[in-house]
DNA sequence: GAATTTACTTCAAAACTTGAAGTAAATTTC
DNA sequence: GAAATTTACTTCAAGTTTTGAAGTAAATTC
């Protein structure tokens, strides 16, 4: 791509990028070929990067669609996320921010719209009444009930079996990949 | 993990997260096993996504913590990102809109301060003298340099073959979630 | 050559993020 | 067992980033 190949590089072909302006006729093919990607460009820890970027402000972007279909406009798609980490647990504050690594009055300012809303029920923890315990409200586990329904959709495009594969191997390199920056901002590369 | 396994799931083992708070004790494994996937939780896809934004997150404060080690203060991770997606090539404002599927204003404001900032020329296409063209100034390719400089670390320390395989694929597999999500925020899921 | 489209920029308001300071409960120390 | 420290948050007041609605001006189409 550009950025030279001075970098530890993954072997990938160049980017074909849908474009999301215009006159929508520059689609990408639906199958991105995957022969031919020993002799392609390399693409460095920065493309990856900024593939990251761009693929959340993507699924940003879906959430924020899905929300405005299901008649939601007291919270956005970061409130989301913080309804997605939550989960089906009950959680702590202190939690949540290691599970998204938020800072800590970031995930305060998410709560306390998540609470107006009533999406989620917060309890002061009885052994330690500093510590509260959030956990989904029936309003939220529903919302992310209707955000599975609408997933389920692309189940249905994105089912081939290598796909899921590749998935489940991306999620763990990229999983390493955080560790690896996390400790990097910590201990100073 | 949790979301119930309504979802597509990919294999993967239970996230095991680093602790970014408190007493530095928690430190994840350097190496997650790779056995003991099969019978392990699954992720969802807002699992995969909770990961992009996450390793987001990380690699903007990596970025952070390098320009403030270079003394740089008059912009940040974001303004870096997009000197990134301009690269050694010489782009016009609508290829690096699609390039980071950031929204025309976006764009324009982060231009300005790269502009303010000098680390890009811009010059107005003579073909069409609505078109901008912008390219990395000296100043911009040298920040680009030292940022690569300070990646190579990472070089070092993520350099196992099997690893960068697995970004390789990461990184494919993710290109087509990414254009997926893409369709599907254009023509509703 | 008027109307439309494209390629942006500007502006103001909203959303998000950060960091410093605060509160209150738990724990440690003396 | 009281004082000092630490933990687990919350609040506030800046910032920074993002959005969306309006512009402007050059190209295209009719």
Redesign the interface.
Known sequence: ????L???????ED?V??????D?L?I?PDQ?R?DQ?SDAPQ?????????????????S??IS?ELTRLGIDDIGPSQV?VL??V???EVSV?EL??????V?SNISYYLKQLGDGDYIDRVTSQRDKRSARIRLSEKGRQL?AD??V??????R???VEQ??R?????????????????????Y??
């Open positions: 791509m550009t950025q030279g001075l970098y530890p590089s993954l072997g990938l980017a990028l849908l474009s999301s302006r215009g929508g520059h990408a991105p995957r990607i693409a460095t820890c920065f493309d990856l990067a900024r593939l990251l970027d761009r693929s959340s402000r993507r699924f972007g879906l669609a996320m997605l980490a989960g089906d647990t202190g921010l290691d599970r998204g690594n938020y800590g992310c955000l599975r609408a997933a389920k959709a692309f189940e495009a994105f089912c796909d899921l590749d998935l489940a191997t991306a999620f763990q390199a990229l999983h390493r990949l955080e560790l690896m920056w996390a400790n990097a901002a910590r100073g590369v």
